[in-house]
């Protein structure tokens, strides 16, 4: 799949990042998503300038409905590809499991 040029992204193998780092796209979408502004972006992406977040939040804005489709097989095909914990190792899940409950239990 091929999406519309912007000086703000990269793409090359089916991913788009932003242009001269390995932020994907996908990552300062959810922030924004989230709620986040493009200042509060750049402080979890330190290689992204506060231009290029604007600039990629600008490029999600005007392409929304096919970035969010492309993210949305994404997370399908990773789905496919790669089984739950649950399922590829139930003994590993079971011990994390009791794990986290009882940090959770202690935290109460």
């Not at 300062?28 to 493009?38: C, D, K, L, N, Y």
């Not at 290689?47 to 005007?62: F, S």
């Not at 994404?74 to 790669?82: A, K, N």
Request: aromatic share 10%.
């Amino acid at each position: 799949m091929r999406f519309p040029e912007s000086p703000y992204i990269d793409q090359e193998n089916g991913v788009l990042r932003i242009a001269g780092t390995r932020v994907g796209l996908d990552s300062v979408v959810a922030h924004f998503q989230e709620g986040r502004t493009p200042e509060q972006i750049i402080e979890s992406f330190p290689a992204v300038r506060l231009a290029q977040a604007y600039g990629a939040i600008a490029y999600y804005l005007d392409n929304q409905k096919l970035i969010d489709d492309f993210i949305e097989e994404v997370d399908r095909r990773f789905e496919v590809l790669v089984p739950p914990l649950s399922r590829q190792n139930p003994e590993l899940f079971a011990r994390l499991q009791s794990a986290r409950e009882k940090l959770f239990s202690k935290r109460s």
